[in-house]
């Protein structure tokens, strides 16, 4: 089996999250009668210290149910120029809302509170109306990037200020939330609605949870069955997520430490010609030198049991994950030392 750091979404459950599935209780979720949905939203509302939340297949479902609810057509959203949300998602913005997007150019994934006030426009029926600003933390493109939460504050008063409202594209919130030592209900407290993934760093196989306000989750439950996420008895899946918030939350920190030492030995090489910071599970690189294409050092990681993403022409991202064991990356920093 070759060692998979595409992605974080590439992880199969463990036996013990087969086992929750297995003994999980269900019903019908359409009509509100999955008692292990209901328990997964009611446990990730406590966590973040928010009304309500509500269980979707994917994080791109829970983020363009957000972006739905919170605009009109016609409307702006202010977004880092390589969000998820913005190029990562069909074009949903778009096509499911359509709004428009202000694409910010920010430091490896994030923007600031200054850039986002430049970038309202002002009133004036020649001009969209800015009505959303949304956050990704971490920052995918960034490497994993994590926002300084004293920014983040910043700009969720900006977005008080001007009548805006305020989401957090989290799909890998909870890797940001060990990097960083803050706590989840910080989080919820600054931001009007959240999406946090379970099917990737926490090792579901499917899931992510929309977090708001009870008016809100209504509003977006009506939406989710419009986009055709009303599911059945998807408790068998929740139960994944039952048992990754209780299990899976800390050993993030495994993850991170495992990027670390994939990217010190990449430092060493001379077909490396920069790396982004390495903060979570996410390793980006730039090659150069004797290696000048992303795309061929990659087939020659292929050849030797390792995929990695060739994300641009001359980058390469690797992920770490639950999946990756600590021998796993002492090979792959071993085949990294011979190229």
């Known amino acids: 089996m070759p060692i998979d750091l595409r992605s974080d979404t590439v992880t199969r459950p463990t036996p013990a999250m087969l086992d929750a599935m297995l003994h999980a209780q269900v019903g019908d979720d359409v009509f509100g009668e999955d008692p292990s949905i209901n328990k997964l939203e009611a446990m990730a509302a406590r966590l973040f210290g928010m009304e309500a939340a509500l269980y979707c297949p994917s994080g791109t479902m829970s983020n363009q149910i957000a972006i739905k609810c919170h605009t009109q057509p016609g409307d702006e959203v202010i977004c880092e120029r390589n969000a998820h949300i913005y190029i990562y998602e069909g074009g949903g913005i ?184 390495v903060e979570t599970n996410i390793v980006i690189f730039e090659t150069g030198g004797a290696v000048d294409c992303a795309r061929s050092l990659s087939a020659q990681l292929k050849e030797k049991g390792i995929l990695a993403m060739a994300i641009a022409a001359n980058q390469i991202r690797m992920v770490t994950h639950l999946d990756v064991t600590p021998k796993m990356v002492e090979e792959v920093v071993a085949v990294v030392e011979q190229l």
Do not use: W
């Not at 009506?222 to 996420?229: A, E, L, M, Q, T």
């Open 94 to 277: 778009a096509f499911n809302s359509g709004s428009q997007v202000r694409a910010l150019v920010g430091d490896r994934g994030r923007i600031t509170a200054g850039q986002v006030s430049q970038a309202i426009n002002p009133d004036d029926v020649h001009r969209a109306r800015t009505s959303l600003v949304a956050l990704e933390d971490t920052c995918n493109r960034g490497g994993g990037s994590c926002y300084d939460f004293e920014e983040i504050k910043k700009i969720g008063q900006v977005c008080k200020d001007n009548q805006l409202k305020f989401h957090l594209d989290g799909a890998r919130l909870f890797n940001a939330l060990v990097a960083t030592g803050r706590s989840a209900k910080e989080f919820g407290a600054v931001f009007d609605t959240i999406s946090v993934c379970l099917n990737k760093g926490m090792g579901c196989p499917i899931g992510s949870i929309l977090l708001g306000p009870a008016t809100f989750i209504k509003q977006a439950r009506r939406v989710r069955k419009v986009f055709g996420g009303g599911m059945r008895q998807a408790g068998f899946m929740a139960a994944a997520g039952i048992y990754a918030l209780e299990h899976h939350f800390h050993r993030l920190a495994t993850d991170h430490a495992h990027a670390q030492q994939i990217a010190t030995a990449l430092e060493k090489k001379d077909f490396v010609k920069s790396i982004m910071p």
